[in-house]
């Protein structure tokens, strides 16, 4: 048997970390809960390497989640377009907006309200420094290109607008994702000095 990857005579090489990644990405857009045995086998994977990967259920969720806000975030970016405070802010709308009605995150905070604010909202964890770096980054664009003058510093204004939007999206995820898009969008107006409408 040759493989299809090395071309080399042999066992076909084994699923790797970002396929497993992706099939969990796949579960959770689909609304269903992320099992790591059953991703697992059907990539043909044995635990043990899903645990190497991974560690934990906790950090792969984690991860999951982390990359899927990056990705979203630059891509909402991309196609809102345009520059300045106007464009952050339809930036940040929509992108709170899609998490409020995604259907993967409203099923993990059903399913799991505790364990998913604590991997969504802690300062140590795998999913609020990415989502911030990433805001950050969108931010100091702006800033380089001239089209936005940040009333505080970038970091800090990236810090301040991912905790409100965990403020008014999960603040009630123990009940049910809040999903409050309208007023914070008010509010992230008011921080960028422009309507909000």
Known sequence: MTSLVTGRPGRPAASTREAALAL???????????????????????????????????????????????????????????SGPL????????????????????ALLAQEPERALRILTSGD?????????????????????GTFLPPILPSVLAYATVRLGEAFIYNDALTGIRGDTERLRQVEAALFGVPAV
Do not use: C, Y
Request: no cysteine.
């Open 24 to 82: 969990a990405t796949k579960h959770f857009l689909a609304g269903e809960r992320i099992d790591v045995q059953a991703i697992a086998r059907e990539l043909g994977l044995a635990r043990a390497t899903m645990h190497r990967w991974f560690q934990t259920r906790e950090l792969l969720l984690g991860e999951l989640l982390g990359s899927l806000a990056e990705r979203r975030l630059a891509a909402i970016r991309l196609d809102v377009g345009g």
């Open 87 to 106: 464009a952050l802010l339809e930036t940040l709308d929509r992108f709170n907006r899609e998490i409020a009605e995604n259907h993967g995150m409203r």
């Open 125 to 145: 964890g795998l999913v609020q420094p990415r989502v911030v770096a990433a805001m950050e980054r969108i931010f100091e664009a702006e800033v380089q290109a």
